[in-house]
């Protein structure tokens, strides 16, 4: 059944893992957007022009594991503030939402940007604190030098730069639902958002 599900939150509030569980429970497919983001900032890094390599983008970049770097995931806010930047990005994001399989699409306008007539809306928060532990857990298991205080200022830094940049700020959509899982288990986030894919769905 073709469904198009948005899911957005701040930095590390949990929607990689929920939007990964998601697609799985009903074999939709799940594209990371944030990963574009995150493949225009590192090459940028590498002395890129943004606008110019946002136009340029190829899928086959995202699957860099290297993106995943606190540095690149400062760049990719960086970027994500140009509106030429974004625009680049919105054809192949609405493509992917649209595939006949049905979507899952995780990121900051998701709902209210990219899908507005996403069937079904997700706001997935937590605390800043919850949130840089879990990112500052997740740093150090894939062995990257972090500190716990470096990581929260992070999350710190780009939540006040992609809730205040004027294009596409991150904002909970009106109609969507919000998933605080500050105290709940990845098991109970993911039930929650299952459940509320499957209202959609039954609604038809
Ligand atoms: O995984 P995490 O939540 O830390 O970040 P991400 O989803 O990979 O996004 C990295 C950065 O890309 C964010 O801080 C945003 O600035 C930007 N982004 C965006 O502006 N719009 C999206 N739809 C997805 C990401």
């Known amino acids: 059944m073709r469904l198009t599900v948005a899911i957005d939150g701040p930095a590390a509030a949990g929607k990689g893992t929920i939007s990964k569980a998601v697609a799985a429970h009903f074999g939709f497919a799940h594209l990371d957007t944030g990963l574009l983001y995150r493949a225009v900032g590192a ?40 509106a030429d930047v974004r625009a680049a990005l919105v054809d192949f994001q609405r493509k992917f939402a649209a595939r006949a399989d049905g979507a899952v699409l995780d990121g900051r306008d998701i709902g209210t940007v990219i899908c507005p007539d996403a069937a079904a809306k997700l706001f997935v928060t937590a605390s800043a604190e919850c949130r840089a532990a879990r990112r500052y857990k997740e740093l150090r298991d894939k062995g990257l030098d972090v500190t ?51 209202a959609a769905l039954d609604r038809g």
């Open 43 to 82: 090459k940028v890094l590498a002395g890129g022009d943004p606008v110019a390599v946002a136009n340029a983008l190829d899928p086959a970049d995202l699957e860099d594991e290297a993106l995943r770097t606190p540095a690149v995931a400062q760049a990719a806010s960086e970027v994500a503030v140009i």
């Open 148 to 198: 716990p205080e470096a990581v929260l200022a992070d999350v710190r830094t780009r939540d006040a730069r992609d809730s205040s940049r004027e294009t596409a700020p991150l904002i909970p959509a009106a109609d969507a639902v919000l998933i605080d899982t500050s105290d709940m288990t990845i098991t109970q986030a993911v039930a929650r958002a299952v459940a509320v894919v499957q």
